[in-house]
């Protein structure tokens, strides 16, 4: 499905540097979010977006900041990346209409060593 | 609060038998409830929601208000239905608050 893609798809970097991770959309969709998945944890809301500059925190915002600057990308950065950080990022829209759903990118496998 | 509970990681059934993966929420007013799959390495994909009252492969799931649940069922289950199972509700704010996840493993 190439509605919504991710970038990069896997990527191993050192404790302490930045990473961003991208997200894109072909659908013009309003709202867009962050989550990262672990382990007995399922999935947890880092941030997310209602619109173009309007971003608020969600449940693990700690260590995280976001930008959207364009509808099509939302980018997640990682300031200093930890261990802890290490996990599977998800991106996803709201796509609205009769029915209203997430529809979530293919994932971003991140590993801080 | 909103919350999401699933009570088992792991959920292991042989071919054939019958499926039962449990939700249960906390939300107060009218809960908007689905459930999503993942199969091993994809995407998260929504498998079905509540309000749609659909069958997607062979699945259903019946929203209980006096329980508080919403679980998902299968009469018969087949290997290709080995996933993880993400039980989620559509919050006040109209984000999704998702449950830990169920692993179903459906042996041969």
């Known amino acids: 499905d190439a509605g919504i893609t991710q970038s990069p798809r896997h990527k191993v970097t050192e404790t302490g540097t930045p990473v961003t991770l991208r997200c894109h959309q072909t659908e013009n969709h309003r709202y867009m979010y962050w989550y990262r998945q672990d382990p007995g944890h399922g999935l947890r809301l880092i941030h997310y977006s209602y619109g173009v500059k309007d971003t608020d925190k969600g449940e693990v915002s700690d260590g995280y900041s976001v930008s959207r600057s364009k509808t099509e990308d939302f980018l997640l950065t990682l300031e200093s990346a930890t261990s802890s950080q290490t996990s599977v990022y998800f991106c996803?829209?709201?796509?609205?209409?009769?029915?209203?759903?997430?529809?979530f990118g293919p994932g971003t496998r991140l590993t801080v060593t | 609060a909103q919350r999401v509970t699933q009570p088992e990681k792991l959920l292991s059934v042989f071919k054939g038998a019958p499926v039962e993966l449990k939700c249960n929420y906390s939300y107060s007013g009218s809960p908007e409830l689905f459930w999503y799959v993942q199969y091993s390495r994809q995407r998260l994909q929504l498998l079905l929601r509540?309000?749609s009252r659909e069958s997607i492969k062979g699945f259903t799931a019946d929203l209980n208000k006096g329980e508080t649940s919403f679980h998902l069922k299968k009469p018969f289950a087949q290997e290709e239905d080995s996933a993880m199972y993400y039980c989620?509700?559509?919050?006040?704010?109209?984000?999704?608050?998702f449950g830990p996840g169920t692993r179903l493993s459906v042996l041969p």
């Open positions: 509540h309000i």
């Open positions: 989620a509700l559509k919050s006040h704010g109209q984000n999704f608050v």
């Open positions: 996803a829209i709201r796509r609205t209409g009769e029915l209203t759903e997430q529809y």
